[in-house]
């Protein structure tokens, strides 16, 4: 039976939360402002740089490749960069150590930014650009991305090695609706043998056409406004929570923003205080615009800040929505991976396409709602999406001299997809065959 129209019976507990006071958008500002005057931009904050290499697992599932038998590993580069937040905020180091940012380099995190090796309808292999890897097995390849992430030393300690019991003092939330396909909690298990409790946040976006008669101003750029729903915060003892895990993909950074502070409210209000003082951000997709937001955001209330991405850090187009890759060689461990996915764009176009366009299509919803929404971007740009997907293969032969020449194997743009993809439609001996050829042999 429904209640009478106008008789609210819902505690105002259980509403959801609508962010218009949102310290988001005065940080923000802030952002923006350096961006549009210092030469170098957001990239000007990087104030150190370290490479490295590590062995880690190459598939979940060793058993759709002859050639990698289970136990072998393979390598994982690895990029750790450090930021200043100081242009943006002069005594920001009294408060907080600086942000940490760790971009991996391996086939499954390319998948996400870079692109990858398929065999297409015509039994060839050819390049295709991440937007239009759609198939479900994608998911399979952020899991894996994310899982030898935290099989690299360095960055598993960062997130739990100050703690003396993960399992009280971590708390992690995925953000609908691709959080949970990172599979942190799994992750952080497998590398440490360490269990850190997890909840979902609902999560979206109030925009302008939702509140048109609202007398509601929105920001100049930002047309939205973070909606939270009520989360289910069970298994959370708010006076031991001292790092918030957060997993999604990051853009404007500001759900990220929003969430972060919803959930150290309501510890407070539990606890009357709150101890988190680690906020950890695992955004396979992460633009340096959103990561400098957060990172100032958090520093203002004394928590440090680390983040774990793939591939390459990403750029913001004008709304800050739309993330194409960047074309700094500072935020990957592989500059010429950044080359390769230029090159697979029309020149027109190039450094101006977002990576994934509708992510959450994309990584899940439907195939139809993802190439529906790319070819909108595509044609405000002016190309197609047939014209992307022809213009990447055909720069294959040339994609595979840029591997050669520096000593990658091809293997370096085959994730699990693109051999569960073959598998499926009985093509995985073309592959096969692909990788057999390789002049460069690990």
Request: proline share 7%; net charge negative; charged share 15%.
């Amino acid at each position: 039976m429904s209640p009478k129209p106008g008789h609210n019976i819902i505690p105002e507990a259980y509403l959801p939360t609508a962010c218009f006071d949102s310290d988001y958008f005065s940080t923000a500002d802030v952002v923006l402002d350096l961006e549009k005057k210092h030469p170098q931009g957001l990239y000007s904050l990087i104030a150190s740089s370290n490479t490295s290499e590590h062995h880690v697992f190459p598939h979940q599932q060793n058993y759709l490749n002859p050639h990698e038998p289970p136990g072998q590993t393979t390598i994982a580069r690895g990029l750790k960069l450090t930021l200043d937040l100081s242009p943006l905020l002069p005594n920001v180091n009294d408060l907080v150590k600086p942000p940490t940012i760790f971009i991996i380099s391996t086939a499954a995190n390319h998948a996400l930014t870079i692109g990858r090796f398929i065999v297409d309808e015509k039994s060839q292999v050819v390049f295709q650009l991440p937007r239009f890897s759609i198939e479900p097995t994608i998911q399979t390849d952020m899991a894996t991305a994310i899982n030898q992430a935290f099989h690299v030393p360095e960055i598993i300690h960062h997130v739990i090695g100050d703690l003396d019991a993960p399992v009280q003092e971590a708390y992690l939330t995925y953000l609908t609706r691709e959080g949970h396909l990172t599979h942190v909690q799994q992750a952080i298990f497998n590398a440490s043998g360490h269990h850190v409790p997890y909840t979902i946040a609902n999560i979206t976006h109030l925009k302008e056409e939702h509140l048109k008669n609202s007398g509601y101003k929105f920001h100049a750029i930002f047309k939205r406004v973070s909606l939270i729903y009520p989360i289910n915060f069970e298994g959370l003892n708010p006076s031991d929570v001292k790092t918030l895990i957060l997993g999604d993909q990051i853009a404007s950074g500001m759900q990220i923003v929003d969430l972060a502070d919803y959930i150290i409210n309501q510890v407070a209000r539990e606890n009357k205080n709150h101890g988190i003082n680690h906020l950890v951000v695992v955004a396979p997709l992460s633009s340096i615009f959103g990561i400098a937001t957060i990172s100032l955001w958090a520093a203002t209330k004394g928590i440090k800040t680390t983040f774990i991405a793939s591939g390459s850090l990403l750029d913001s187009g004008p709304n800050k929505y739309y993330s194409p890759l960047s074309q700094n060689e500072k935020v990957t461990p592989l500059p010429v991976l950044q080359t390769i996915h230029h090159l697979a764009h029309p020149e027109n176009v190039r450094g101006k396409m977002c990576v994934g366009c509708n992510w959450t299509a994309r990584f899940g919803a439907s195939p139809e709602t993802a190439l529906r929404d790319s070819q909108s971007e595509a044609e405000q740009k002016n190309t197609t999406n047939q014209k992307m997907i022809t213009h990447a293969a055909g720069q294959t032969k040339a994609i595979l001299d840029l591997l050669q020449k520096i000593n990658l194997p091809r293997r370096t743009l085959i994730p699990e997809s693109s051999r569960f993809k073959a598998h499926a439609e009985n093509k995985l001996d073309v592959l096969n065959e692909f990788i057999e050829k390789d002049p460069v042999q690990p």
